[in-house]
């Protein structure tokens, strides 16, 4: 089975602390994602990566980042986190081509106070 | 933004009846993706219908996909309490990028 952990389930951070989440998949998927989940907005993208060191804006990248160093690997980083970034955020990875289904992690909660 | 939308937003049922959700999308599609999220937790893939397919079957679960109307549904019948959860349909956007872009989702209640 494809797994795609976050290393963190649940996290609580101040105002203005840099952020690191991070995602792990192990079945070699080129694609991965960042996606942030509010309700009543569903699932938004916040950046992806198609390849190592690519990576491609999604819908709403204002205050995040990403790194790919390795291929399994998918850092979403907030620079200066802010209380409106409080959210569920899940991280994702894909195969390529379009029958494919995406694969996601658990989630993320941040809360930030 | 090319989000879809599900309606209806929130769904209550009691077991062993239907539940139909319907999603419409915005662009020309590929395929078109169901899937499921419990509360609290990541989304799981349910079921894949092509561009070319009208209905699709699975389980307890039927698929529709009308392309003219651009919108699609999903069938639970003979629903049960562990089919409480959230649904969500998914397209692929057309860029060429292997991104999926999600509805906003319903959220099926089915109480014993």
């Known amino acids: 089975d494809v797994k795609v952990t976050q290393s963190s389930r649940y996290l609580v951070k101040r105002t203005g602390e840099k952020v690191f989440l991070e995602c792990v998949q192990d079945?070699?998927?080129?694609?991965m994602f960042w996606y942030r989940q509010d309700p009543g907005l569903g699932l938004r993208l916040i950046y992806f990566?198609?390849?190592?060191?690519?990576?491609e804006k999604g819908d709403i990248p204002e205050g995040y980042s990403v790194s790919r160093e390795k291929k399994e690997r998918f850092s979403l980083i907030l620079e200066s986190a802010s209380t409106n970034q409080t959210s569920m955020y899940l991280c994702?990875?894909?195969?390529?081509?379009?029958?494919?289904?995406?694969?996601f992690g658990e989630g993320s909660w941040l809360t930030v106070v | 933004s090319q989000q879809g939308e599900e309606d209806p937003q929130a769904l209550s049922i009691q077991e062993g009846e239907n539940a139909t959700m319907n999603c419409s999308y915005k662009t020309s599609i590929n395929n078109l993706q169901w899937y499921r999220q419990n509360s609290g937790r990541g989304l799981v893939h349910l079921i894949l219908?092509?561009?070319?397919?009208r209905e699709k079957h699975s389980g307890r679960l039927r698929v529709t996909l009308d392309t003219s109307k651009k919108s699609s549904s999903l069938l639970i019948t003979a629903s049960r309490a562990a089919d409480t959860a959230s649904y969500f349909c998914?397209?692929?956007?057309?860029?060429?990028?292997?991104?999926?872009?999600f509805g906003t989702g319903t959220r099926l209640l089915v109480s014993p």
């Open positions: 219908i092509r561009s070319n397919e």
């Open positions: 994702a990875s894909r195969p390529p081509g379009l029958e494919h289904t995406i694969y």
């Open positions: 990566s198609y390849d190592v060191k690519m990576k």
């Open positions: 998914a397209t692929d956007d057309n860029t060429g990028f292997q991104k999926l872009v």
């Open positions: 079945m070699d998927h080129e694609n």
